[in-house]
């Protein structure tokens, strides 16, 4: 009697080629949550922070205090789908629906924790929730939700709210002559100052050898990514953009141990220079189109790539505001506080003098201009956010400049970071399509006006 042989089930291709060395990276922001929480329950305090582009950061982690960022916390609400409740929630306590993002999750979260649950978390957070704060640390920089949204959140919590602040500007008055020491000096006295503030709250000194420990892993760290950058330019692009966003809070947050991070991340720079070397893309699929992402993702849905990757769409670079710069050299600094200043302000002000040279006001557009040619790409994913201004306001511009400068095309994709009720991706699916064409066109034209890309 002949059998019929059943066929074996074929397993879908993976669309897009994920770092084996991104996964300990992600675990370690996991296992910070795990370690706050256990430190509020031993009693401990722990701190709330705002991305502060370190001048907080540092000092928290010295004085041994864990730390966790309800910015990243509200990308694992969208990531998990657990988000809607929570922005429900602040949008009952009179919050406008319009308002950042990542400031409707965090404040909905503090409502239904302290007027829902008595103090306690909330039984449907993901990885066991926030612990209740004992500290708020809010940051002037980049827009007025950041620090407006943690005062808000002090109603909530019976903490203390201090605030940091970077000078923000344009340009031209931002190379005025002089300029960078005056800088630093206000940013030493603003780090300074947050110190004391930490010594009279935990009635306890500020550890400055370890303080010191870490300036010098926070530059190894931001070396090392600026190198795994570096290598990204390749073709093939040996690194999704998603890989990116799932590793990058040990460096953006110094997110768990830095001695760890910095090991993980040299094993993440091992291993795109040897995707670099065997021409390995990102991609499970022949690189048709390499795109740069601005500014912030749809991080409820970041499995949309997956559809775009299998179109041969490798976004090979992304949110600007999120990476790290070279670090200058501090060894020649003696004062601690000094060295963070300088360390913090070199993340927004390097490209100026770059932006100044070429004429160009805006420090953003400078930025992506250079990403858009170094990385040869063919599109701008423009992602407009209805929540964030500030992430927000620059695209157009820098959308014009590419197209004038550089003959690269942008595709206008509104959406929001945390609400996906505003994000269609069958729509944007189908304008990818049309997109293509576009592309297509003005590869050409680069080619015809001698660009090599």
Not at 41 to 49: A, I, L, M, R
Not at 53 to 73: H, R, T
Not at 172 to 188: A, H, I, N
Request: proline fraction near 6%; include cysteine; hydrophobic fraction near 40%.
């Amino acid at each position: 009697m002949s059998e019929t042989a059943t066929p074996a089930k074929t397993e879908k291709k993976r669309a897009i080629n994920r770092l084996k060395s991104m996964y300990p990276l992600r675990n370690l922001v996991q296992q910070d949550y795990v370690d706050t929480l256990q430190a509020s329950n031993e009693g401990k305090p722990t701190v709330w922070s705002m991305l502060n582009y370190w001048e907080g950061d540092l000092p928290l982690k010295a004085m041994g205090l864990n730390i966790v960022y309800p910015e990243n916390y509200a990308t694992l609400l969208a990531a998990s789908g657990a988000a809607e409740p929570f922005l429900d929630a602040s949008d009952s306590d009179g919050f406008p629906n319009h308002m950042c993002g990542y400031g409707r999750a965090t404040i909905g979260y503090s409502y239904r924790m302290m007027k829902e649950n008595g103090g306690k978390i909330p039984p449907d957070a993901p990885l066991g929730g926030m612990a209740k704060p004992a500290l708020l640390l809010g940051s002037g920089i980049i827009c007025d939700a950041r620090f407006k949204w943690f005062q808000a959140l002090a109603r909530y919590f019976d903490a203390p709210e201090w605030c940091l602040e970077m000078p923000m500007m344009a340009t031209f008055e931002g190379t005025e002559p002089d300029l960078e020491e005056y800088q630093v000096k206000f940013l030493t006295r603003e780090i300074r100052d947050f110190i004391e503030f930490l010594e009279k709250l935990l009635k306890k000194k500020m550890d400055w050898a370890r303080l010191e420990e870490l300036i010098v892993l926070a530059t190894q760290i931001h070396e090392t990514n600026y190198q795994i950058n570096e290598a990204r330019k390749a073709i093939p692009g040996p690194m999704h953009s998603t890989d990116f966003w799932s590793s990058m809070p040990p460096s953006l947050f110094f997110a768990g141990d830095m001695k760890v991070s910095l090991k993980l991340y040299q094993d993440m720079l091992a291993e795109v220079q040897e995707r670099v070397k065997n021409k390995e893309s990102g991609i499970n699929y022949p690189e048709r189109y390499r795109i740069i992402f601005a500014e912030l993702p749809p991080w409820h849905s970041l499995k949309f790539f997956d559809q775009l990757a299998e179109k041969g769409w490798n976004f090979v670079f992304e949110s600007f505001g999120y990476h790290n710069t070279r670090p200058i050299d501090l060894s020649k600094v003696s004062d601690p506080c000094e060295k963070l200043a300088r360390f913090a302000r070199n993340f927004w002000f390097n490209i100026f003098p770059e932006a100044k040279k070429d004429g160009i006001s805006n420090p953003v557009v400078e930025t992506y201009l250079k990403i858009g040619r170094g990385f040869k790409a063919d599109g701008f994913f423009m992602h407009p956010l209805i929540s964030c201004r500030a992430a927000s306001c620059s695209l157009r511009t820098v959308q014009h400049f590419e197209q004038e400068k550089l003959d690269i095309p942008s595709l206008w994709v509104e959406g929001d970071i945390i609400d996906k009720r505003v994000f269609n991706p069958q729509e944007v699916l189908a304008k990818a399509e049309a997109f293509e064409q576009t592309m297509d066109h003005y590869r050409k034209v680069r080619k015809s006006k001698g660009l090599d890309w």
